[in-house]
């Protein structure tokens, strides 16, 4: 499933995002960026060691990545030139500011992937793991973020920055609300 918005294709697929071509790979992962569990240690084990170092020279000049920010590294031997590590928030009933900070790793992640020049990104379904995000409302604030970033960047430049945005869904349930939702939006 695809749409396209001002010239961007948006698009859903199910699969493994480690095996996913594109140039930038969105990793939902911690605040430590040594890797973790789900789509984190995927992307860390496919692309091998090479990303583990960039990602501890990142701690060891910055501590770290905040909740809602985003830092880039090498894809290493993934099918990608670049990892987007973006760390969502840990959902806690939604009384904590998680919708808005869940909303600014899909925009800086973007942002950090243009900044190194990246015209396709591909996004996990963050934060809808172990962070416990249900995952209705994340799918609905993932593609609203990803629409408002493109419309905001097109208004502002008038120019084409993205050729295409992929959701990679690992599962038949956020592959199917992706798809209601991008279904909707093109009405």
Not at 117 to 133: L, Q
Not at 150 to 170: D, K, P, R
């Amino acid at each position: 499933m695809q749409t396209k918005i001002n010239e961007v294709t948006i698009k859903v697929i199910r699969g493994d995002i480690t095996e996913y071509a594109t140039d930038a790979i969105v990793n939902a992962a911690n605040s430590s960026l040594l890797g973790g569990g789900g789509v984190d240690g995927a992307i860390h084990r496919a692309g091998g060691p090479a990303i583990l170092e960039e990602c501890r020279k990142i701690r060891d000049r910055q501590g770290g990545c905040d909740t809602g920010e985003a830092v880039v590294t090498t894809a290493g031997k993934l099918p990608a030139k670049f990892v987007v590590h973006t760390v969502g928030p840990v959902y806690q009933n939604g009384n904590k500011g998680e919708a808005e900070l869940l909303k600014r790793c899909y925009a800086n992640s973007i942002q950090a992937a243009v900044d190194v020049s990246a015209r396709r990104v591909s996004f996990p379904n963050i934060s809808t793991g172990i962070y416990g995000y249900p995952k209705k409302e994340a799918a609905e604030i993932a593609v609203t973020a990803v629409k408002e970033v493109i419309q905001a960047h097109s208004a502002e430049s008038g120019e084409t920055f993205l050729e295409e945005v992929a959701f990679v869904c690992y599962d038949e349930e956020n592959e199917r609300l992706y798809r209601q939702l991008l279904e909707k939006k093109d009405r």
